[in-house]
């Protein structure tokens, strides 16, 4: 079975950094994509960041040049460093992970973690 487990969020005000990681665990032998996704009160989940396992990144524009997507493929780890962060960013933050084989050889096609919360204050 796998599991994501994220932290890292927080409260902070608005200009402030905050960091997010998301480790999966379970017997995993490799993961494609994992990414990070967020839903505000009252908005649909949107897509904030993905990485691929050979490091191609892709970040919706509204967070670009602000933050900066990263993975320990060693660890089965990505990390998101929020910069500059705006109260538009607050939202419970997601970890997705997808086509992911473990050592039984059984395929997962997606998982999601339970959410962490941020909030930026102005």
């Known amino acids: 079975q796998v599991q994501l487990v994220e932290s890292g969020g927080g409260l902070v005000q608005a200009g402030g950094s905050l960091r997010l990681s998301c480790a999966a665990s379970?017997?995993?032998?490799?993961?494609?994509?994992m990414g990070w996704y967020r839903q505000a009160p009252g908005k649909q989940r949107e897509l904030v960041a993905t990485?691929?396992?050979?490091?191609?990144?892709n970040y919706a524009d509204s967070v670009k040049g602000r933050f900066t997507i990263s993975r320990d493929n060693a660890k089965n780890t990505v990390y998101l460093q929020m910069n500059s962060l705006k109260p538009e960013d607050t939202a419970v933050y997601y970890c997705?992970?997808?086509?992911?084989?473990?050592?039984?050889?059984?395929?997962?096609?997606?998982?999601w973690g339970q959410g962490t919360q941020v909030t930026v204050s102005s």
């Open positions: 990485i691929t396992n050979g490091d191609s990144t």
């Open positions: 379970g017997s995993i032998l490799s993961i494609n994509a």
């Open positions: 997705n992970a997808n086509h992911i084989v473990d050592s039984s050889g059984s395929y997962y096609s997606s998982y």
